[in-house]
């Protein structure tokens, strides 16, 4: 067979070609078919209806808003997810480049003496001598049984795995940042409850020291409002603690050094606002994660290809051309010309069972791959529920407490209207102060607790993010 006709055969074998492995196909996973807090709460919304981009918005704080555009640009965990995306589009076009051949170029000046006992006539040495060559050199391997084609899809496939793993952290960092954000205003909350409180304390101590005074009340009436007053001091002043370490927590997902960063102390007053929960098969669109564990499967799978084609042949062309001469004068002469070109098959015989071995551990990766998949939609759906019976549970406990607090309230207004009497003890009037105070504590963390679930909601039914964001080849390799 002439050399044209066997580069003609290698070429229609690439041409060919089939694709060994298995075609992707996404694991089946469990979807319920309704939330199961879904109907006590609020009904499932279609998808047009379900918010996109600023999710936080909705809370309609304009500082809190400013705060998550920092994020956006300043956050270092965001910046480490955004380069290993680009190093995973590296890795992408590295796959890609096997479609192509691989060419080389070099220069060379060799001298050589050859040995006098291996020339023509044993004993008389050989002269010396001087070679200059250019060669080009390009070799090329037909992509016969798909090996290139599903490197290539494993590399696009963990590369939108790497984009979801982008959003996923961007979703988690925002998130993370308003559930601190809220925290800490709900401890400004607490402060400012407590100041008002150790003002209404004080103002009770000067009644009963008056009242001591006079001789109306006994000293351990005035023991007593003290106890109650610096006590609620002492809470005052420990809630600064968790308030500097909430907002050094804020100064570190902006990027910004804890000593540099401060908030203002402003009272939360947000209402958590109505989040469409959407249909459950909705959310393996919605979620990063998922989505990034999806295109993990899908790059397992093609990875299942990339060893079961090492079991079969392979094909390369390889060729060269360039100049060689002894003479530098006649370097690049038209006689000092080389060239050559032709196919070559390979296939290997014995390995030891190293590809035995290889395909065993591809195909166990793709179950784990598949198991965590499974897991993780589990997980998702979990964390919707979660917090769908959590917004569901204290929206009615917010309701039950608020009428505790008037309760609370109109109880201490007749205790010190008593006390004033003297027709009560000073101890009934410090038990109602102390069961007012609880009870407001109480309306404030629970009204912290639900802002706090309508966060985390939103973070598990994905933000405003969806898998159509996912970039395509096209957008992995910059071209079109």
């Known amino acids: 067979m002439k050399k ?18 298995p075609d992707y196909v996404r694991p089946a996973t469990e979807v319920p078919a309704a939330y199961k807090e879904g109907f006590a709460w609020q009904p499932a919304q279609p998808r047009d209806h379900v918010s996109r981009g600023n999710w936080w918005a909705g809370f309609a704080d304009p500082q809190l808003d400013a705060l998550l555009e920092q994020v956006k640009v300043s956050n270092q965990t965001l910046a480490a997810a955004e380069a290993q995306f680009r190093q995973s589009v590296a890795l992408a076009d590295t796959a890609r480049a096997a479609w192509y051949p691989t060419v080389t170029a070099g220069l060379s000046e060799t001298r050589s003496r050859p040995s006098g006992t291996t020339g023509p006539v044993v004993g008389v040495a050989t002269t010396k001598r001087t070679i200059w060559s250019m060669p080009l050199n390009a070799s090329w391997e037909a992509d016969v049984w798909g090996k290139v084609r599903r490197s290539v899809e494993a590399g696009e496939a963990s590369a939108q795995a790497s984009a979801a793993d982008l959003e996923n952290a961007r979703l988690s960092i925002q998130s993370q940042l308003a559930q601190n954000y809220f925290q800490l205003r709900a401890v400004d909350a607490q402060k400012k409850l407590l100041a008002d409180t150790v003002g209404a304390y004080a103002k009770s101590l000067e009644l009963t020291n008056n009242r001591y005074k006079v001789g109306v009340v006994a000293r351990v009436d005035v023991a007593q409002a003290q106890t109650q007053l610096k006590s609620t001091q002492a809470q005052l002043l420990d809630l600064g603690v968790q308030r500097a370490q909430l907002e050094h927590a804020i100064a570190v997902l902006l990027g910004k050094a804890a000593g540099n960063f401060s908030l203002e102390a402003k009272p939360l007053a947000a209402v958590p606002p109505p989040v469409p929960a959407g249909l459950p098969a909705d959310l393996l669109e919605r979620r990063p994660d998922i989505a990034a564990a999806e295109r993990r499967v899908a790059a397992a799978n093609a990875q299942i290809g990339v060893a079961k084609a090492a079991w079969f042949p392979s094909a390369t062309l390889n060729a060269s051309y360039g100049f060689q001469t002894a003479t530098a004068a006649q370097w690049f002469t038209l006689p000092s010309r080389f060239w050559s070109i032709g196919p070559a098959l390979a296939e290997t015989i014995f390995d030891g069972g190293k590809r035995q071995a290889a395909t065993d551990q591809v195909a166990a990766a793709y179950d784990a791959s598949v ?61 109602a102060q102390a069961t007012t105070l609880a009870s407001q504590r109480t309306a404030a963390d629970l009204l912290a607790r639900r802002v706090t679930a309508t966060v985390l909601l939103v973070k598990a039914l994905g933000g405003g993010w969806d898998a159509a964001a996912l970039p395509k080849d096209q957008a992995l390799t910059g071209k079109k």
């Open 371 to 431: 198991a965590n998949y499974r897991q993780v939609v589990l997980t998702a759906f979990q964390e919707v529920e979660d917090n769908l019976a959590a917004l569901r549970i204290l929206e009615e406990e917010a309701v039950v407490q608020g009428e505790a607090v008037k309760a609370s309230q109109q109880a201490l207004e007749y205790s010190l209207n008593q006390y004033k009497a003297g027709i009560s003890t000073y101890l009934q009037v410090v038990t």
């Open 4 to 21: 044209t006709d066997l580069v003609f055969v290698v070429v229609a074998l690439t041409a060919s070609g089939c694709t060994v492995g």
